[in-house]
């Protein structure tokens, strides 16, 4: 039987570490977990998360009631762009996605099951052409569960254009009778994505992470280091 050489056994850990990069970056990174079973982010993500969350509650909040109830008797009347006061509502819309940050801001109502998609509506956008009313929104479990009564941020950014990621966040929007008539949605400004690819749905290394989990849930990094010093100071 053939010996292994020194070079040989030196080179093997070494081949193993290299095949495990390469299949983290074809496969992505797995999520991480704290001993109680909750997620931990990088301090910049969850900075990111929080941000998009403040946005889009702020925004939603002005927009229960009389606001509702105005966006109910658009859509039901067909009418879409050429609606009594559709452009100052458009407007305000707009103002809300300056102050945020985001790329868009929209309002989502009617669900399409057949394309498993909610319709758009007063989309205001930083781009140039402009997004067509009753443009589909994919219906993420975010998106859901803010149709369900729960402000929510997505578990991850996306490539609103090439190189342009953003990360978005959603409010569930009420009438005048407490019913939730639409979702506010935004998609804000994360460039610091590109740092951390795992976050990113668009990237080959994503993490594969869709479920939202609340805010005070997810642990960041330092979050954990402060604990595990506070725990060794206990010990000693």
């Given at each position: 039987?053939p010996r292994l050489t020194r070079?040989?056994?030196?080179?093997?850990?070494?081949?193993?570490?290299?095949?495990?990069?390469?299949?983290?970056?074809?496969?992505?990174?797995?999520?991480?977990?704290?001993?109680?079973?909750?997620?931990?982010?990088?301090d910049k993500i969850k900075t990111?998360?929080?941000?998009?969350?403040?946005?889009?509650?702020?925004?939603?909040?002005?927009?229960?009631?009389?606001?509702?109830?105005?966006?109910?008797?658009?859509?039901?009347?067909?009418?879409?762009?050429?609606?009594?006061?559709?452009g100052e509502k458009l407007d305000?819309?707009?103002?809300?996605?300056?102050?945020?940050?985001?790329?868009?801001?929209?309002?989502?109502?009617?669900?399409?099951?057949?394309?498993?998609?909610?319709?758009?509506?007063?989309?205001?956008?930083?781009?140039?052409?402009?997004?067509?009313?009753?443009?589909?929104?994919?219906?993420?479990?975010?998106?859901?569960?803010?149709?369900?009564?729960?402000?929510?941020?997505?578990?991850?950014?996306?490539?609103?254009?090439?190189?342009?990621?953003?990360?978005?966040?959603?409010?569930?929007?009420?009438?005048?009778?407490?019913?939730?008539?639409?979702?506010?949605?935004?998609?804000?400004?994360?460039?610091?994505?590109?740092?951390?690819?795992?976050?990113?749905?668009?990237?080959?290394?994503?993490?594969?992470?869709?479920?939202?989990?609340?805010?005070?849930?997810?642990?960041?990094?330092?979050?954990?280091?402060?604990?595990?010093?506070?725990?060794?100071?206990?010990?000693?």
């Open positions: 039987m070079k040989k056994i030196i080179a093997i850990p070494l081949a193993l570490c290299i095949l495990a990069a390469a299949l983290t970056a074809c496969f992505g990174s797995e999520p991480k977990y704290d001993d109680e079973g909750r997620l931990i982010v990088p990111v998360m929080e941000r998009a969350l403040k946005n889009v509650k702020s925004g939603g909040s002005g927009l229960n009631g009389k606001f509702a109830n105005w966006h109910e008797s658009m859509i039901a009347s067909g009418l879409e762009h050429n609606y009594p006061e559709y305000l819309i707009d103002e809300m996605r300056r102050r945020s940050r985001a790329r868009n801001a929209y309002l989502l109502y009617a669900y399409d099951a057949e394309d498993d998609a909610y319709s758009m509506s007063l989309c205001a956008s930083a781009s140039e052409k402009p997004v067509p009313f009753n443009e589909k929104r994919e219906a993420t479990p975010a998106i859901r569960e803010a149709f369900a009564g729960r402000g929510t941020v997505e578990m991850f950014a996306w490539e609103y254009e090439e190189n342009d990621l953003v990360w978005s966040a959603f409010m569930p929007v009420y009438n005048e009778e407490a019913e939730i008539v639409a979702v506010l949605g935004i998609d804000r400004v994360a460039t610091i994505v590109q740092s951390f690819p795992e976050w990113n749905r668009d990237s080959h290394r994503w993490n594969g992470l869709t479920e939202p989990l609340p805010l005070d849930s997810i642990r960041g990094e330092k979050d954990v280091a402060n604990a595990t010093e506070a725990k060794r100071g206990r010990v000693l």
